[in-house]
């Protein structure tokens, strides 16, 4: 399958993977300059490219890198994105700083990473009841023990 990938910026890097099993393509900071994230805040960071998916069965979505994330305590702000099949401008990658320290994200720094999944598609019929099962209603912890 192919994804087709515009850079909107210069350098502005192409999606990639780090290695032959890796599930996501790191994203790249396009920027012209270090951009700081101040602790508790979020800054929208620039990717330089757009990206168009093979169809609408298909959707990208952008999850934290486990390395900064768990290090570091930076992550997507809105936990996952999504880029719906039909969006063509840049994607931006809305970083969080969950740390006690400012972090600086610089030019070129692999910032999150984009996973290409299967998206179904439904009809949607409203019904007064639904069909049950041995779990019902059972919430949050209902199958602890």
Not at 30 to 43: D, L
């Amino acid at each position: 399958m192919l994804l087709q990938i515009k850079r909107l910026r210069p350098g502005a890097a192409l999606p990639r993977t780090a290695t032959a099993g890796s599930a996501g393509y790191d994203l790249t900071a396009c920027t012209e300059q270090p951009v700081e994230i101040p602790p508790g805040e979020t800054r929208s960071i620039p990717t330089g490219i757009a990206i168009a998916l093979p169809s609408p069965e298909w959707g990208a979505f952008i999850f934290a890198r486990s390395g900064l994330g768990v290090k570091k305590g930076i992550v997507p702000g809105n936990c996952v994105g999504v880029i719906d099949s039909d969006y063509r401008g840049e994607i931006l990658v809305g970083l969080h700083n969950h740390s006690r320290e400012p972090y600086t994200v610089l030019p070129g720094d692999r910032i999150a990473q984009m996973v290409l999944l299967p998206v179904g598609r439904f009809d949607i019929e409203e019904r007064e009841e639904l069909d049950g099962t041995a779990r019902g209603e059972g919430g949050f912890g209902s199958t602890s023990r």
